[in-house]
């Protein structure tokens, strides 16, 4: 297999007491979803243009297998136990299990029509898919590989959070705007929550009680109660936000602005954006390595996978369009003034702050 790193290029490369981008390493076509393995040390990326899940080495950067699944392969979940992980395969009605050392194919699981989502419960042994195209939510059984029962949510089912100390699931719900809650013992659905446009991907934060919705034709976060149900807030983000991982421990939330090419990094304490990170094109989900201290962000429209280094310090915005008289001594410069057409000089305020007001008139 032919192992091609991309450097990362910019002035975040060479800010050393902030982030840095470790490398862009090609995956295949239109990665999404990304799990992490810390134990085992490998990320696996769900690529759904290629319709295969690449397991990467996370201290090489490079691939160690590439697997067939279905068609369209957007959320990827890893079953430490068993060893497995679950696809939903969006354009076959599928869900596809494999075996996360080899990548070879334990079975193929039939669930309701375009999964989009899937929810995880280890706990319980049981996977949550939301079926996109249905509105309903499948229970899959992660032991023995067979389907639960089905329960219904609202156009658009996709994105699967569950708490575990309620033992509630919350599913984003992309063409109602809603999250639908639900019991994932007895799989009874509870009780609806509206929030905005377009939500794309649901996070629990059980420490802090706390549910986040990443409303993607919004272009905001919303904070969820997980007692009342309330929305606590709001926080505005960069252009459709769609995937999303949390690190509770330092209260941070990382948010992949897929129509900007970057990551918010949102300080979940304070309530607010701390900084941004440009990543590649279109990132569609990302994930911690909690050893190496890395995030890792899947670009679907760059088809790489980008690492990041100590992604939670605020570091210099790398930008390709940068104009090369950025950071240089402004030129010297004289033009009469507008009272008797004194010459004035750039001399004048050398060392000084001022405000150049360029006026043209036709």
Same mark, same amino acid.
């Given at each position: 297999m032919e192992q091609r790193h991309t450097p990362a290029e910019g002035p975040a490369c060479s800010v050393t007491p902030f982030h840095r981008i470790q490398?862009?390493?090609?995956?295949?076509?239109?990665?999404?979803?990304? &799990?992490? =393995?810390?134990?085992?040390? #490998?990320? *696996?990326? +769900?690529?759904? $243009?290629?319709? @295969? !899940?690449?397991? %990467? /080495?996370?201290?090489?950067?490079?691939?160690?297998?590439?697997?067939?699944?279905?068609?369209?392969?957007?959320?990827? &979940?890893? =079953?430490?136990?068993?060893? #497995?992980? *679950?696809? +939903?395969?969006? $354009?076959?009605? @599928? !869900?596809?299990? %494999? /075996?996360?050392?080899?990548?070879?194919?334990?079975?193929?699981?039939?669930?309701?029509?375009?999964?989009?989502?899937?929810?995880?419960?280890?706990?319980?042994? #049981?996977? *949550?898919?939301?079926?996109?195209?249905?509105? @309903?939510?499948?229970?899959? /059984?992660?032991?023995?590989?067979?389907?639960?029962?089905?329960?219904?949510?609202?156009?658009?089912?996709?994105?699967?959070?569950?708490?575990?100390?309620?033992? #509630?699931?919350?599913?984003a719900n992309f063409l109602a705007g809603s999250v639908t809650v639900f019991d994932t013992r007895t799989l009874r659905p509870l009780g609806r929550i509206a929030v905005r446009e377009g939500p794309c991907k649901a996070v629990v934060n059980p420490y802090a009680g706390h549910l986040y919705v990443a409303n993607s034709l919004h272009g905001t976060i919303s904070r969820v109660s997980l007692d009342t149900g309330a929305v606590l807030d709001e926080v505005p983000v960069e252009r459709a936000p769609v995937g999303m991982c949390l690190d509770a421990a330092s209260r941070r939330l990382y948010v992949c602005n897929r129509g900007a090419g970057t990551v918010s990094v949102l300080d979940t304490g304070a309530g607010r954006e701390s900084h941004r990170i440009v990543v590649g094109n279109a990132p569609g989900d990302c994930a911690l390595d909690p050893v190496a201290g890395t995030l890792v962000v899947s670009n679907a429209g760059s088809g790489t996978v980008t690492f990041v280094d100590r992604p939670w310090l605020p570091g210099r915005r790398a930008s390709s369009a940068e104009h090369p008289l950025v950071g240089r001594r402004l030129p010297g410069f004289e033009l009469p003034d507008l009272r008797g057409g004194r010459i004035r000089t750039s001399r004048e305020w050398s060392e000084k702050k001022y405000v150049i007001n360029f006026f043209a008139s036709w």
């Open positions: 490398v862009h390493c090609p995956v295949g076509k239109g990665p999404e979803a990304v &799990v992490i =393995d810390p134990d085992g040390r #490998r990320a *696996f990326v +769900a690529c759904s $243009r290629g319709n @295969t !899940v690449v397991a %990467l /080495d996370l201290g090489r950067a490079a691939p160690v297998w590439r697997a067939g699944v279905g068609r369209e392969p957007i959320p990827i &979940v890893l =079953d430490q136990p068993t060893g #497995r992980l *679950f696809t +939903a395969d969006a $354009r076959s009605d @599928t !869900v596809s299990v %494999l /075996d996360a050392d080899t990548g070879d194919r334990v079975t193929r699981i039939p669930v309701g029509a375009y999964p989009a989502g899937l929810g995880h419960a280890p706990g319980l042994r #049981r996977l *949550f898919v939301g079926n996109t195209a249905d509105g @309903t939510i499948t229970a899959v /059984d992660t032991d023995r590989l067979t389907v639960l029962g089905t329960l219904v949510a609202e156009p658009g089912a996709g994105s699967i959070a569950v708490d575990p100390a309620s033992g #509630r699931g919350y599913c």
